[in-house]
């Protein structure tokens, strides 16, 4: 059977519910060897977050910030950017937010698409409210999988709601560049819109954060490094604090990605007060999950799903309910979500056709890559060195100053950066990697494959690196390593 959009159909072997990276990784992997049949449900546009309002808009508006200071810091070069050529660019990226190319996709996959907002409604049976006001019930032979991902969470701050804040959505598709922007965050989307709107000439930025350190969620030296350049570009930093009290009188709705309304005057906790055109939310994220149909099936609505290393909802009786992506609130990053895709729709096909052993997601989560499009870039791969203490494992660290390689220096005069891994002494492999500096984020595949090959040290020692190339930071760090054992030894 040719698959279609809204098919007249109301049974498939696999229902998604949600159309996002994820979820057609997730309809693709368990129906393109199998035979079996498959459906994505979504109201929004299929291809989710990341090809429209997160990773890939976010990422085109660093890449000319990046490029404009890599010029900078190389004698005999200048460069510039046009704002209005860069947001042009960034609405090709993302398509214009139009999902015709991921429907085809799908449809030449063999995926069907129904278009509507799907709400569980018992058993592998899904509800769907359609745009023109009707409804629809399907139901799943084998497997439904939840991929209803995660919306920004704005905290309960007086005023703050009725300002109309952005949110990454509006900050990433934003129509024109505030000229004063607050920032309520310290994590990686704030640290990552702070860099590209001082860097499309926003002329006041400022970051408020509870935090001692920005990204908190690393070693320690990361949330240093990014403070240092940040600062260093104009970003005002504000740690330890949070706001109190936003008031903004002129608040109406103008669109996504358009400045709402007025002046906007923010109070810290300190009774800072902070005057901007925009301010910009992002404290976190929530799972979509309120209003998906999980009392129908006896599970609570709200919260994350815990899942099993098969990606199976912990509390769904006989296999047949699965959760990807952010919803599943085991990595919100969307490389993690389609690896979890990936293995449930595996594991549906392996019990749809009794066709052996089951995938599982545990070992890639062992390594789980991030790179933070900041300037400077942070990448990570693995435990940090609490992470791994916390665990039980017997921790040894080694660091290295990423500005001593030819490979950095070649890339700027006045590199700054810094790696550490973090090492089992029990099994001598690497459980942990992080580094930042210009142009580290190719090296995080390189920690991955150490972390979840269980690759032994002393095998690392002849993986030779490219000289002169930042990869040699690997050779300096297993040579520093060395010298500290040696030292340890003769003590």
């Not at 000319?64 to 090709?92: F, K, Y």
């Not at 005057?265 to 979509?288: H, K, Q, S, Y």
């Not at 006045?414 to 891994?421: E, F, N, P």
Request: charged residues 20%.
């Amino acid at each position: 059977m040719t698959a279609t959009v809204n098919p007249d159909r109301t049974q498939w072997d696999v229902i998604v519910l949600g159309g996002a990276a994820a979820g057609e990784n997730a309809a693709q992997y368990a129906s393109q060897f199998s035979g079996l049949s498959s459906v994505l449900v979504e109201s929004d546009l299929l291809g989710g977050e990341c090809s429209y309002w997160a990773c890939m808009p976010s990422k085109a508006l660093l890449r000319p910030v990046e490029v404009v200071d890599a010029a900078c810091h190389l004698p005999g070069l200048s460069a510039g950017l046009d704002v209005d050529d860069v947001l042009a660019r960034r609405d090709r990226v993302v398509r214009h937010l139009n999902d015709t190319s991921q429907v085809n996709w799908a449809v030449s996959a063999g995926i069907d698409v129904v278009r509507g907002y799907g709400r569980l409604a018992g058993e592998r049976t899904i509800r769907v409210s359609l745009p023109n006001g009707s409804t629809r019930t399907l139901t799943a032979r084998h497997a439904v999988v939840i991929d209803t991902g995660s919306c920004p969470a704005v905290p309960d701050i007086p005023g703050l709601r009725s300002a109309l804040p952005w949110t990454s959505r509006d900050v990433t598709t934003m129509r024109e560049v505030p000229r004063r922007v607050a920032i309520l965050g310290g994590g990686v989307v704030a640290c990552e819109a702070a860099t590209w709107l001082r860097g499309l000439g926003a002329a006041e930025v400022t970051l408020v954060h509870r935090g001692e350190q920005l990204l908190g969620r690393y070693e320690p030296f990361v949330g240093a490094l990014v403070s240092e350049e940040l600062q260093e570009r104009g970003v005002q930093l504000r740690p330890r604090r949070t706001m109190a009290e936003v008031r903004r009188p002129d608040a109406h709705g103008t669109g996504r990605g358009c400045i709402h309304g007025g002046e906007a005057d923010v109070t810290l906790d300190d009774g800072t007060v902070i005057l901007a055109d925009e301010v910009v939310v992002a404290a976190g994220r929530t799972p979509n999950t309120d209003d998906i149909g999980l009392d129908t099936i006896g599970l609570a609505a709200g919260g994350y799903l815990a899942v099993d290393d098969h990606q199976c909802v912990r509390g769904a009786a006989d296999n047949w309910l699965y959760a990807i992506g952010d919803v599943c609130g085991r990595a919100l990053l969307t490389h993690m979500g389609k690896y979890q895709a990936r293995t449930a729709g595996e594991v549906i096909a392996v019990r749809a056709r009794n066709l052996g052993d089951l995938p599982s997601a545990a070992t890639g989560h062992a390594g789980t890559p991030q790179v933070v499009f900041t300037t400077p870039e942070v990448g990570s791969a693995g435990a940090t060195e609490q992470q791994a203490r916390d665990s039980g494992i017997d921790v040894e660290v080694v660091e290295y100053d990423l500005s001593a390689l030819a490979g950095t220096y070649l890339l700027r005069p006045d590199y700054r950066g810094r790696a550490k891994l973090v090492i089992d002494r029990a099994t001598d492999t690497v459980v942990g990697a992080t580094f930042v500096g210009a142009g580290i984020a190719e090296l995080v595949h390189s920690a991955t494959t150490a972390i979840v090959g269980r690759i032994p040290l002393s095998t690392l020692w002849h993986v030779v690196p490219s000289y002169p190339t930042v990869s040699e930071v690997w050779l300096r760090l297993l040579e520093t390593l060395r010298l500290q054992r040696h030292a340890e030894h003769s003590r």
